[in-house]
């Protein structure tokens, strides 16, 4: 893709918008990045995920996790044991997704926020 100034700026706020909601509410790669590469960028589904990713790979929410640690709460033991096991699933859900034809896993991903979704709105406490 190539780098304009529209293309830029368009990075610019989805990486605030992301960052915003992350700090804010816990969300921001497959929620609010992947929807709005596809959306706004024209990137494919396989590519839209891979983008938030690799987002991801530098420690990009080290001072938010900072402001949740001060206010005593992150349980770092919890953290690490979901940490180690993320990188795990992420690799075997990585290797299927890319065998996944793109319309499907477009289908699969919207399935999923909707039922989250629908559970959060109207199943909770």
Known sequence: MKMTITTIILLIIIGLLAGLLSGLIGIGGGII????????????????????????????????????????????????????????????????????DQAILKKIFGVVMLIIGIKMIFFSK
């Open 33 to 100: 990045m992947v929807p709005l590469f596809i959306v706004l960028l024209g990137l494919s589904q396989h590519n839209a995920q891979g983008m938030s990713l690799a987002v991801m790979l530098p420690p990009v929410t080290f001072l938010a996790v900072y402001n949740y640690h001060k206010a005593g709460q992150v349980d770092w033991k919890m953290a690490l044991v979901v940490s180690a096991v993320f990188i795990i699933g992420g690799y075997i859900g990585s290797k299927f997704a890319l065998k996944i």
